[in-house]
């Protein structure tokens, strides 16, 4: 199966990013199966030997080490401080000895600043029980276990702090500012190309004559990472209706278009995908929106975060001979989204035929979780392309006008690629919902397999336990005359003409 053809996985990692889905083989995935549980189980221990519970044991323990310096205390209460004592001792060496048993890199593990204190930590004591004839040398020593307190507060701080630096990069990520880029056509001295400026830096008062510059007539403009505060600015400077832009900034699910004055506005959700770093196995899938504006000869896209697709587009359109004109823009844009959904229903139908294929006791463990996923988005597929041919449709009958197209016969083939398209996604979602059926017979079946082993082993074990009930511990002193050996001998047939019945109702077949 080809590597670029993922189905999708339950499981997301630490180089996610907002609004990716994460797609793998599922070969790939099996194989990733066990570390999977492997991780949970570390995370688990990680939940459970938590820092603010260490930190809290640590607290406890500074009582407990310094009283019986500072006063005279009573037998009993010695026996009481010392049963906590071994008690949070026995706490610090299921922690370190867990966490060392799941740790993903235990060399790495052992040689952290942190864990070489830990270590001592719990050594020391260890010591003093095992050198008693010495314990007046190691008792002075156990003091050194209030190290403990400010090892694990920094440790939690230094992990706070790092949360912290994380969220305010997600922050500053999510508040990027809109630029703006022009692409030019050749000029005196250099090659068409792209010019870059922050919408920021544009003064209020630029006309759209200056916007076009002294290069002559602009190519495209492309406004990357759009948000609201920007669209009157954006409005101002390019006519667009604020109607539209506002609309595209509510990131709809699903394409449309619209005329409007002058304007003509296709809306378009692109599938981006991109490979994980950490394992270039697992690839991320996204959806991204863009707004494609054809006024009065101009080209204008607006997207709410960076696209791959204008670069390319740009690149095919210049190294050809067509004119970049918003007509042939849109319909590249169409091409290449159209290529996007095709190559993920055939990587959906590998994945089907291959999960198919599969015993139950084959699949994988979170089959249901992905499965599920799978379905999802193989429904956003489904809507995505109903949508589209409808958009398709408004450009061929011309209810929408974009500048530069000579004819319709272009898009037609993109509609009727469209609606080939749509047929083969209404086959893969019900394919993935005979998958999940078959799934859930088969688990039945399994389960009242199970169920009627359960339930022969019950009918069989009524037999001796009545018969004891009634009887007793033995069968002295019973008013009927019977040996154990008859009384053995009756409930073996019994239980064997209670099995044979089960076996008759087909109760054994597999």
């Known amino acids: 199966m080809d590597p670029d053809k993922a189905s999708i996985s339950s499981y997301k990692t630490d180089d996610s990013e907002i609004g990716e889905e994460q797609f793998m083989r599922w070969k790939d995935w099996q194989e990733l199966e066990e570390s999977r549980r492997f991780s949970k189980i570390r995370n688990n221990v990680n939940a459970i030997f938590s820092e603010g519970l260490m930190i809290a044991v640590s607290l406890i323990l500074i009582p407990v080490l310094i009283i019986p310096y500072l006063v005279p205390v009573p037998p009993d209460s010695q026996l009481v401080l010392n049963t906590i004592d071994g008690t949070i001792l026995i706490i610090f060496i299921l922690e370190y000895s867990l966490k060392l048993a799941v740790a993903e890199n235990r060399r790495q593990f052992v040689g952290d600043p942190w864990h070489i204190l830990d270590l001592f930590i719990v050594i020391v004591p260890i010591a003093g029980i095992l050198t008693r004839p010495y314990q007046n040398i190691t008792g002075a020593v156990r003091l050194l276990r209030l190290t403990r307190i400010p090892a694990v507060g920094a440790r939690a701080y230094s992990r706070q702090d790092s949360l912290s630096d994380t969220n305010g990069n997600s922050e500053l990520k999510s508040t990027r500012e809109c630029t703006v880029r022009t692409l030019l056509p050749a000029g005196t001295g250099r090659e068409a190309g792209w010019t870059t400026q922050l919408l920021s830096d544009i003064p209020d008062s630029v006309s759209e004559e200056t916007r076009r510059g002294p290069e002559g007539t602009i190519l495209w403009q492309d406004f990357t990472s759009v948000q609201k505060k920007d669209l009157l600015k954006i409005h101002k400077w390019t006519g667009v209706p604020l109607s539209l832009l506002d609309q595209a900034l509510r990131e709809r699910a699903f394409p449309w278009t619209r005329a409007h004055g002058n304007s003509a506005a296709v809306y378009l959700k692109l599938m981006e995908r991109r490979r994980s770093t950490a394992n270039p196995k697992k690839m991320y899938i996204t959806w991204k929106w863009i707004l494609i504006v054809s006024k009065d000869h101009q080209l204008l896209t607006f997207s709410g975060s960076p696209l791959h697709a204008p670069d390319l587009i740009a690149r095919e359109a210049l190294a050809s001979s067509k004119t970049i004109t918003p007509a042939e823009i849109t319909y590249r844009f169409f091409q290449d989204a159209l290529s996007e959904i095709e190559e993920t229903l055939r990587a959906i139908e590998d994945e089907l035929e291959y999960t198919g294929s599969l015993t139950i006791s084959e699949q994988p463990a979170s089959f249901l979780r992905a499965t599920f996923k799978l379905k999802k988005e193989s429904v956003k597929i489904h809507s ?37 398209l749509y047929d083969i996604s209404d086959d893969t979602t019900e394919n993935v919902s005979s998958l999940t059926d078959y799934y859930f017979d088969a688990t039945s079946f399994q389960m009242s397999r199970v169920m009627k082993l359960i339930a022969v082993l019950t009918a069989l074990a009524i037999i001796p336990t009545i018969v004891g009930g009634l009887l007793g511990a033995n069968l002295m002193g019973n008013p009927w005359p019977i040996s154990l050996a008859q009384m053995v001998t009756i409930v073996g047939i019994a239980m064997i003409a209670t099995a044979w019945v089960f076996y008759r109702l087909g109760w054994f077949k597999s």
């Open 384 to 420: 995505w392309l109903l949508h589209t041919r409808d958009v398709l449709n408004s450009i061929v009958t011309s209810k929408v006008v974009l500048h530069g197209m000579e004819d319709g016969s272009r898009f037609s083939a993109l509609l009727d690629r469209a609606s080939y």
